[in-house]
Each structure stands twice: as C-alpha cells, then as structure tokens.
T-cell receptor, first 115, second 114 residues
Framework: AQTVTQSQPEMSVQEAETVTLSCTYD???????LFWYKQPPSRQMILVIR??????QNATENRFSVNFQKAAKSFSLKISDSQLGDAAMYFC????????????FGKGTRLSVIA | EAEVAQSPRYKITEKSQAVAFWCDPI?????LYWYRQILGQGPELLVQ????????DSQLPKDRFSAERLKGVDSTLKIQPAELGDSAMYLC????????????FGSGTRLTVV
C-alpha cells in the first residue's frame, strides 16, 4: 500500500521569508500524481499544486514550487515570500495514475507565519 | 466557481444517536469520496463511489456506518449509533472520472459526539 510521510508536524516562517515543507512517499508504481493541499483553520481543503511523476520539470504556481525527486521519493513544497494568509495545515497527497484511485494523505504540517 | 456542497456544517449529537451527512458533488463529477479527518491528522478514505456504485468501502466501519448515492448524484453518509470516537470532520470530495486531477473538497461537516 502507498504511504505518505510528513515528518514536520509544525513549521514557522517569518513573513516575506521562504519555507520548505517536506514529504516522502512509498510506492511501487512508476506513474502517479503528487499534490499539496492547504487547509486553513475551519475552512475547506484547497489544491495548491500538483506534479505528474512522468514530468521531470518541477511544478510551479506563483509563490509555490515543488522539488520532486522521483528516485528518492521526495516531494517538498517551497513557499516564497510567505504571507500571513499562508498560515494553514498543509497536506501532501499521492494518487496512482491508473484507474480512479483515491488520494492518500500524509498527516500534515501546521505552518505558522510570523508577522 | 463550482463547489461541492455539504450539510450540515456542524453537528453535535449524543452517543448512541443516529446522524446523517449530505453531499452534493460538482455537476458531472462521477466519482465521489467520503473522508474522515480526525483533528490534527490527514483525511482517511471511508468510501468511494463511481456513479451510484461503491468502488471502495474497505475502511468503512460497516457495523455502524452506511453510505449511499442512489441516483449517482448526491450522497448521504449515516452513522448509527454514533460513538465518542466518531467525533471528526467528515469531508466529501468529487473528481472527474479519470485524469490526474486533485479533488474538489466540500467545507466538511464537523461532528461532535457527546
């Protein structure tokens, strides 16, 4: 079974600084998708960024970028120019490419942004 | 922007009572998921529907939980009887049938069992 591990329960960053959240995963599949989701307090989970495993180029969405290391099964999220609104729980998630399979989530990292 | 609708937003129920949650996915999304998220943890899949059929309910505690999606559109998740350990956020999500897309999540129902 696939597993997703987020080893940082909590992180903090100064406003305008850069922070990196870590994620590792375990799978025997070669084709899959990886995601980072953001969940603000008492609000719904929203997709931040996604990465197709077959793509070597790291995904980027404005201030959010990933470092995808397929061989190491590592998928970290970098947030640049951190803003107060970035404070939230961040979840790393995995999904097999074949079939219509569910997302498997890590336990999350709580990010605090210090003004 | 299309949304996944869930109700109620909050629910407090007494132990041993029955409780039900409702979800209306994005129009055209054939796949619907119910996840349970215990406070401070990541969501865990309870059940997955493809249209009106259950694809995966291996993690659904079937002695007390049931889920249905009769017409392949909206869905209901029921717990009877509720136990203290069922206190959690219940998230509904939907996705297109195929493709490497993430899900669209609803706002969730926060259940407190007292």
């Amino acid at each position: 079974a696939q597993t997703v591990t987020q080893s940082q329960p909590e992180m903090s960053v100064q406003e305008a600084e850069t922070v990196t959240l870590s994620c590792t995963y375990d799978t025997s599949e070669s084709d899959y998708y990886l995601f980072w989701y953001k969940q603000p307090p008492s609000r719904q989970m929203i997709l931040v960024i996604r990465q197709e495993a077959y793509k070597q180029q790291n995904a980027t969405e404005n201030r959010f970028s990933v470092n995808f290391q397929k061989a190491a099964k590592s998928f970290s999220l970098k947030i640049s120019d951190s803003q107060l609104g970035d404070a939230a729980m961040y979840f790393c998630a995995y999904r097999r490419e074949s079939g219509n399979t569910p997302l498997v989530f890590g336990k999350g990292t709580r990010l605090s942004v210090i003004a | 922007e299309a949304e996944v609708a869930q109700s109620p937003r909050y629910k407090i129920t007494e132990k041993s009572q029955a409780v039900a949650f409702w979800c209306d996915p994005i129009s055209g999304h054939a796949t619907l998921y119910w996840y349970r998220q215990i406070l401070g943890q990541g969501p865990e899949l309870l059940v997955q529907f493809q249209d009106e059929s259950v694809v995966d309910d291996s993690q659904l505690p079937k002695d007390r939980f049931s889920a249905e999606r009769l017409k392949g559109v909206d869905s209901t998740l029921k717990i009877q009887p509720a136990e203290l350990g069922d206190s959690a956020m219940y998230l509904c999500a939907s996705s297109p049938t195929v493709g490497g897309y993430g899900y669209t999540f609803g706002s969730g129902t926060r259940l407190t069992v007292v």
